[in-house]
Each structure stands twice: as C-alpha cells, then as structure tokens.
C-alpha cells in the first residue's frame, strides 16, 4: 500500500481522524513502536506495545458499537488480526517484524480508521 511511513516514526497530522482522545492514542501507538524499534531486544516496549494497541481498539470498537457505525465488524477483524500477531511476537524484534508494524498502523488509520472521520 502506497503511504509513506514516517523516519522518524512519529504522528503527524496527516493522520488526524478528528476525535481528539483517538488522535491522542494514535500518537501513543507510534510512540510504542518507535520505542520497539529503537530497543528490538525489550520485552517490557513489547509488552507496553500490547497494552497501549488494546487499550486503543477497545476504545475505539466502544465509539463505533455507540455511533452504530456499519463497518464494525470488518474493522474489528482487522484489530483482532494486529492484535494476534503482536502478541505473538518475541524480542529481539528483527527488521521485518518492526516494518510490518510501521506499516500497519500508518495503513490501517489511513484507510480503516479514516473511513470512520465524521460518523463517530
Ligand atoms: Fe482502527
Ligand atoms: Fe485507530
């Protein structure tokens, strides 16, 4: 898929969905793999990594279930579909595994989450 991932691997406004508490923890997922990719050896970055990605889908699946939003489901299959391979990883993380990551989550809000902008 064709968007361009950021070097340094930071949030920018490009990826604004518009709901501020959204936008908030779409910066802490790059923070979490930005600090993965800088220390592939930790299992504690890993861990957070997990944590703050599950963190963010449940609140996010919680706007959507409220707002009724029609793609639910599909979009929930992708989370569980993330979600599954990263806790299945195990450190030290090699070179592909960290651009997976990348570039899952820049896909993922630039296409899935993006469709949601206005409906929430
Ligand atoms: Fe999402
Ligand atoms: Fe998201």
């Known amino acids: 898929m064709g968007f361009d991932i950021p070097e340094p691997y930071v949030w920018d406004e490009s990826f604004k969905v518009f709901y501020d508490n ?15 990719a800088g220390d592939r050896g930790s ?12 963190n963010h889908f449940t609140n996010e699946e919680a706007m959507m279930q409220k ?6 489901p599909a979009h929930k299959s ?7 391979k ?6 030290p993380l090699d070179d592909a595994t960290v ?8 896909n993922h809000i630039k ?5 949601y902008k206005g409906s929430l």
């Open 22 to 36: 959204l936008d908030e923890e779409h910066k802490s997922l790059f923070k979490a793999v930005f600090d993965c």
């Open 111 to 115: 296409t899935t989450d993006f469709k």
């Open 99 to 106: 651009h997976f990551a990348k570039e899952w989550l820049v």
């Open 78 to 84: 992708a989370h569980e579909g993330f979600v599954a």
């Open 86 to 91: 990263i806790k299945g990883l195990k450190t």
């Open 67 to 72: 707002a009724k939003y029609s793609d639910f």
């Open 43 to 54: 299992s504690d970055k890993l861990a957070n990594l997990v944590s703050v990605t599950v």
